[in-house]
């Protein structure tokens, strides 16, 4: 635990049991009375790819009393409208203090429920979001060459079978989807051009993709626009993805895709997305680990 201008910062890593893996988060559950300067200020001095930032509900959401309220993300650099690792760890947090069950969030992206659930046997704690309705949209070919050049790629590395499309999910994410593993391990990119190119498109992170099996899939995530090189594991473009999988008729309507991301950093994480048929939105579930307990 933290004191951050006078607020409690407590730090988690998201898809993971185990602290030196997953994604770090930031979490201040109480952020009454802090305006978006000091929040900018908490995340810029907390360094993760993101902090959540929880306030008392707007009026009208819904949900149990006491397990309700409005969700902010910031990364070091700008606030961004959704984030998934921050909302499952920030999850968590609260299952340790209120115990598992159904929380609602309102977020600058849309309503997003969640569940905090408590394995059986083990206690372990883990998290599942509800994403925003998703949406998946063409990428012109101008874009996805300027996209491969900032990442040093070419054409011919890309999967055939994975076109790539900016895909949505409460953050919009540019899928781009590499033919072998090696392609997606030897990740160098040029930081500036590529952070210019997403700003324009309006993109929180690349969602770069190499399909192991039917549903198994390997992931990773540059994220310029937020300061940060790359994220090691990304809720909000799992959700995208998994949107993306369904749209293009990768996977069946009813399905459970398993997405390992954060190898290729030394913190490997594991993201588990489910689509149901008639119910567009994805859910993506993980476990959350205290760093600093």
Request: proline letters at 7%; one cysteine or more; hydrophobic letters at 45%.
């Amino acid at each position: 635990m933290e004191k951050h201008t006078g607020a409690e910062v407590l730090r988690y890593t998201a898809f993971s049991s185990h602290p030196s893996g997953g994604n770090p988060a930031g979490v201040v559950l109480d952020a009454a009375g802090l305006d978006d300067a000091a929040l900018l200020a908490i995340a810029a001095e907390v360094g993760y790819s993101e902090t959540a930032f929880l306030t008392a509900p707007p009026e009208g959401l819904g949900g149990e009393p006491g397990r309700a309220f409005t969700a902010r993300y910031f990364s070091p650099l700008a606030e961004v409208p959704f984030c998934g690792h921050a909302t499952v760890a920030t999850a968590v947090a609260l299952a340790e203090r209120i115990g598992p069950g159904d929380l609602v969030f309102a977020t600058p992206a849309g309503t997003v429920p969640v569940t905090a659930t408590a394995d059986a046997s083990s206690g372990a704690l883990r998290a599942t979001l509800t994403s925003v309705e998703p949406r998946v949209e063409s990428v012109s070919g101008e874009d996805v060459a300027e996209a491969l050049a900032a990442l040093a790629w070419q054409s011919a590395e890309l999967d055939p079978d994975l076109p790539p499309r900016i895909a949505f999910a409460g953050a919009r994410h540019l899928v781009l989807a590499a033919e072998t593993r090696a392609r997606l391990a030897a990740l160098d990119y040029d930081f500036e051009r590529l952070g210019t190119f997403m700003r324009r498109l309006d993109l929180t992170t690349l969602q770069l993709v190499f399909r192991e099996a039917g549903t198994v899939f390997h992931v990773r995530d540059p994220f310029p626009v937020g300061g940060v090189v790359e994220d090691p594991a990304t809720g909000a473009a799992a959700a995208a993805f998994g949107a993306y999988a369904r749209e293009l008729g990768l996977v069946p309507d009813d399905a459970r895709l398993t997405l390992h991301q954060g190898d290729d950093l030394g913190r490997p994480g594991l993201l588990e997305v489910e689509l149901h048929a008639g119910d567009p939105r994805v859910r993506v579930s993980g476990e959350a680990a205290r760093i600093d307990a």
